[in-house]
């Protein structure tokens, strides 16, 4: 009898070893990521107040899971299933536990974005309504936001409209529904940072300007010329100018000091009393009148070896310019320019 009862025993013994060797390979497999059945990504809504049970459930449901229970425990043996959040999460087929319950326990929430692109030449004012006809943030919201900020990169001088004129970088632009309008800010700002670097820096001070100058004269740049290639000889007349502490006369900057936008500036327009009328005040103005891009700031760093001292619109539909060295020689390219507008009528 005892003989059997020892047999029986282990007999016994061995099933339960068998047993338990079966269970502990099938919990290593409920605890494997399940295969990749697609690229594409899974939307999980986790509500707010579900329990752990209740979030490993709608894993398993969603198929990012291959045991509900397992998923549970394990998150608690990690110390995680206090701390899961709720909100919708974008995960992928093939993740381990540790990486789904890395993204529920950071709270990674999917956000939707939008991308907008900021034009090179928009101000201040054409940035916010941008940003408010994508559905970013509200035109009054941005504008609050950006009287309250002031560039770090550069200065603040007196009878700007905007300190932050001119430094808010135009660039394509991916941000996240419901973004502040500060981080927008900061984005941009960032962005100039960037784009501005040590070697520009340099070359400014070997030029004698410092950041603010290089680009308010680069916003005027950007303004004023309409063909690309233009760019720099436009650079050259503005700093030849400056040298011969001419009054720079530039249109661009007279709309700005109006404040609407116009396409034929008048002579009542330039008496409009402005430190921004560059007809009535030399050298430059207090501060951009725009967002410069990087080329309109590589022209004026780098500007063609010219004498040239003026410079009209040809008038044609090109958007090129008659260049001048003397007075004369301008008010012969403005005769050509009002001959080719009449021509084109």
Excluded: C
């Excluded at 540790?98 to 900021?118: A, H, K």
């Excluded at 973004?179 to 001070?205: H, P």
Aim: charged share 20%; aromatic share 8%; hydrophobic share 45%.
């Amino acid at each position: 009898m005892g003989k059997q009862l020892r047999l029986a025993l282990g007999i016994a013994a061995l099933i339960i070893v068998i047993l338990g060797v079966a269970f502990a390979v099938q919990v290593n497999i409920w605890l494997q990521p399940v295969p990749v059945m697609t690229a594409e990504k899974v939307m999980v809504s986790i509500p707010y107040g579900a329990s752990s049970m209740a979030i490993a459930e709608i894993l398993a449901e969603q198929g990012l899971i291959r045991n509900a229970l397992v998923f549970r425990i394990y998150a608690r043996y990690r110390g995680l299933d206090q701390g899961l959040q709720a909100g919708n999460y974008l995960l992928h087929y093939g993740m381990t536990m540790d990486e789904i319950l890395e993204e529920l326990s950071q709270g990674n929430v999917y956000r939707p974005t939008v991308t907008v692109t900021i034009p090179e030449g928009y101000n201040i004012e054409q940035i916010a309504r941008r940003l408010e006809e994508n559905g970013l943030v509200a035109y009054g919201a941005f504008m609050e936001a950006v009287k309250k900020t002031v560039p770090e990169m550069g200065r603040v001088v007196a009878g700007q409209r905007y300190a932050l004129e001119g430094y808010l970088f135009p660039d394509t632009y991916e941000f996240a529904v419901g973004v502040a309008a500060q981080e927008i800010i900061e984005r941009m700002l960032n962005r100039l940072q960037q784009v501005f670097d040590d070697r520009m820096q340099k070359r400014a001070a070997e030029l004698g300007m410092d950041i603010h100058e290089v680009l308010t004269l680069a916003s005027l740049v950007e303004r004023e010329a309409r063909v690309a290639s233009e760019r720099e000889t436009i650079a050259s007349v503005i700093h030849n100018r400056l040298q011969r502490n001419m009054p720079l006369q530039i249109d661009a900057a007279v709309i700005y000091a109006l404040g609407e936008h116009k396409t034929v500036v008048t002579f009542a327009d330039l008496e409009v009393e402005s430190p921004y009328n560059l007809y009535k005040y030399s050298g430059l103005p207090p501060g951009p009148i725009a967002s410069p891009g990087e080329a309109a700031i590589r022209a004026v760093l780098y500007p063609a070896e010219t004498d040239y001292l003026y410079y009209v619109v040809k008038g044609d539909g090109s958007g090129e310019h008659y260049f001048g060295r003397t007075l004369q020689e301008h008010e012969q390219n403005k005769a050509k320019a009002r001959k080719n507008m009449n021509n084109r009528q």
